[in-house]
């Protein structure tokens, strides 16, 4: 008779012990010091220029980095600033928001239907080589002075590239994917639902991370031109005509401070969960 | 359910691979269809579980018209197939839900289908995670779980090392026998086409015209041997190839000279 050892039911499952989980853990935290690096170099480097710029030339022309930190400072617990930094994002969300759905919609649809994919494909051509800011006589003539225009502008500025990744995405979602879905008798809403939305999301979100600067941008340079409501470009414009130029740094300061923390903690944190199964 | 096909032409463009092919598979039948590649045995295939339309003649199951793909014919493809942003779980649950069970009773069947195929404790596992047999024991879990009548088999193990294979072709007879299913099988695999089924299709290059139908019978165990590699033979020869390997003959006298 033959003697049979123990059954091991595991299968050759990829990593599990926790010697490994303690490997993978430096590592994520090596990765995170390369990607933050740069970043840190950089920004550092920035400040050497502003810093040097400010010993060489009057305080009223280049205030020094302390002096603006200070007055960052003073503003966070001014209301009026705020209720700038609350304007601004609430038409961001609005704008942004709207791109972000109508362009997935639009992608999703045109990945089905080859006659509306070559239309929006021929719009995104047409329309792309037009600054958003371009748009804002027009929209401001339309709609009248209020946020209506700015919201429009932003919006206008995010759909493309995200309808375009999504679009692609649509496109080139694997075959026998599609297959299966049909084999085990799903329609043509459970298709989107289960199948389309989730294959697409990993690219819907590197288009969303592209929409987000273009909308970013258009946002304050339609807020600068446009002046209606409480918000940063708005107020970055008025300090530029005051010339008070503490107030000017910090505008420029606050816009790239609330971007980075817009991208890399909301837009990367939904696509570590969005995306969790790749990184499981 | 019995599958009928009658006079079927199919073509891409200007590429025909099927012309004026007609066969009958009676229900319970496991049929196994063998051929060089690119012969248009996947098409058959497909055609069957009415992803696609025959461009001319007349597909049927069960006595009526195959319109369109519907669960009861269910297809498992070679590269599993399953969805890489849902746990082995879901993606088995995902068959019954379409059907319009409740998430919460589709998972609880796919517990019972997912042990079936010995995948116990690997429910919340991401296919990624596991290794290629255990993600092709699921994609079996989920074309069963949707209780078809007929069973479609596009090279299933084909791209699996041959122990794997070999221990998935028992799971899988194991569970067509608990379930008295209508199989067809594209293999390139004659060994496993011997092994598995109860009949043989043999077809020629594009456009697939069938060589040979060999019917061998459902009592794997009773079988002789020598009888097998004859079968083996005739196969290996219909398909153009002359094996010399002595150890896959079946023959007495090779030496290691």
């Keep these: 008779m033959i003697h049979k050892p123990p059954v091991q039911t595991n299968f050759g499952v990829k990593g599990a012990s926790s010697a490994g989980k303690r490997h993978v853990q430096q590592l994520a935290s090596r990765l995170r010091l390369r990607t933050w690096g740069p970043y840190l170099l950089a920004s550092l480097a920035i400040f050497l220029i502003w810093q040097l710029a400010a010993f060489a030339l009057p305080a009223f022309l280049m205030p020094d980095i302390p002096l603006v930190f200070k007055r960052l400072g003073r503003e966070l617990s001014n209301p009026v600033f705020v209720e700038q930094i609350v304007g601004s994002l609430s038409r961001l969300a609005v704008g942004y928001g709207a791109a972000i759905l109508l362009g997935t919609l639009l992608g999703l649809a045109s990945g089905t239907s080859g006659l509306l994919r070559s239309t929006l494909k021929a719009l995104v051509v047409i329309l792309q080589s037009i600054p958003s800011i371009a748009w804002v006589p027009l929209f401001l003539i339309l709609m009248g002075f209020g946020n209506a225009p700015i919201m429009v502008v932003v919006a206008i500025a995010a759909f493309f590239p995200t309808a375009l990744s999504v679009m692609n995405a649509t496109e080139s979602v694997q075959k026998t994917h599609l297959q299966a879905g049909r084999v085990m008798g799903a329609n043509r809403w459970q298709l989107m639902r289960f199948v389309y939305a989730p294959a697409v999301t990993p690219e819907l979100i590197t288009g969303a991370q592209v929409a987000f600067g273009n909308a970013w941008r258009a946002l304050i340079s339609a807020e600068m031109i446009v002046g209606f409501g409480a918000g940063i470009g708005r107020s970055l414009a008025y300090s530029g005509e005051i010339a008070d130029m503490p107030g000017v740094l910090m505008g420029i300061l606050v816009i790239a401070i609330l971007a980075a923390i817009i991208d890399q903690l909301i837009l990367e944190g939904a696509k570590r969960k969005l995306l969790r199964y790749r990184y499981s | 359910m019995n599958l009928s096909f009658r006079h079927i032409s199919k073509s891409f463009g200007q590429l025909s691979v099927l012309e004026n092919l007609s066969l009958e598979v009676a229900a319970g039948e496991f049929v196994a269809l063998v051929g060089p590649s690119g012969s248009g045995k996947s098409t058959i295939l497909h055609l069957a579980a009415g992803l696609e339309p025959s461009s001319s003649g007349l597909i049927e199951a069960g006595g009526s018209k195959i319109t369109g793909a519907s669960p009861e014919r269910t297809l498992v493809f070679q590269e599993h197939a399953l969805y890489p ?37 690997f429910e919340h596992y991401y296919p990624h995670q596991v290794s290629g047999g255990m993600r092709q024991r ?36 194991q569970l067509i026998e608990a379930q008295k299913l209508t199989v067809m099988l594209v293999t390139h695999d004659v060994d496993e086409a011997l092994y598995l089924t109860s009949r043989i299709l043999v077809f020629s290059q594009r456009p697939a015209q069938c060589l040979a139908d060999i019917e061998i019978g459902k009592n794997h165990a009773e079988r002789d041997p020598a009888v097998y590699a004859e079968e083996r033979q005739e196969i290996l020869s219909l398909l153009g190839i002359r094996q010399t390997n002595p150890l896959q003959q079946n023959s007495k006298e090779f030496s290691y000279a």
């Design chain 2, 85 to 121: 942003w849902l746990t082995l779980e879901r993606n088995v649950a995902l068959a019954r839900e379409f059907q319009g069970l409740k998430r919460k009773e589709a998972l609880k069947e796919a517990q019972h289908w997912l042990s079936q195929v010995q995948l116990d404790g």
């Design chain 2, 138 to 173: 699921a994609a079996l879990a989920r074309a069963f779980i949707a209780r078809p009548k007929l069973l479609l088999l596009d090279e299933p193990f084909g791209a699996l090392d041959a122990l794997t294979r070999m221990a998935l072709q028992d799971v899988l007879l």
